[in-house]
């Protein structure tokens, strides 16, 4: 049986459709097969699919809130509201940080993983558009409201 791909976009060809028509399936199969048994025997856990399941919503509403919102500082709360949601059931701890980069400016991350030797493996980048036109989140420039201290609501969970 072939794996369900709705949703999934290959930008550019960037997988062989040999390798997501044959290869994949057998690739995730032991992932998959992973989430099943811990969903059947632990209490409580839910497999990262159905988490994201849940954040459709409140995806739709922050996009909602972005549209009509023109205020640089509310369309970063309500963008790190909704983080706060995503990053963790993507897997990763959501952070509000700036990292002092080498020349000294801080670069502002919502989250980051170490490798063992405490070096940096993966900085997530938050991204900021200012303007609600849809730009590219490459094409961005740091704004002034990401330096600022994080509000109450855009506090990682749990502070």
């Known amino acids: 049986m072939a794996i369900d791909l709705t949703g999934i976009a290959n930008e550019n060809e960037f997988y062989t459709h040999h390798y997501l028509s044959a290869i994949l399936e057998g690739d995730l199969r032991e992932v998959l097969s992973d989430w099943r ?43 790190r509201d909704f983080l706060a949601q995503l990053l963790p059931a993507l897997g990763y701890a959501y952070r509000p940080t700036l990292q002092p980069l080498d020349d000294e400016q801080p670069l502002a991350l919502l989250g980051a993983v170490a490798r063992p030797d405490g070096a940096p ?21 740091p704004h002034p409201a990401q330096f600022a201290p994080p509000t109450r609501s855009q506090a990682p969970p749990g502070n």
Do not use: C, N
Request: aromatic fraction near 6%; glycine fraction near 4%.
């Open 121 to 141: 493996a993966l900085w997530i980048v938050e991204a900021l558009d200012p303007s609600g036109e849809a730009t590219d989140p490459l094409a961005l420039t």
């Open 37 to 79: 048994r811990r969903e059947s025997e632990e209490s409580g856990y839910r497999p990262p699919y159905a988490v994201l399941r849940t954040l459709a919503r409140p995806f739709l509403e922050m996009r909602a809130r972005l549209e009509r919102e023109r205020d640089p500082s509310r369309r970063l709360s309500h963008q």
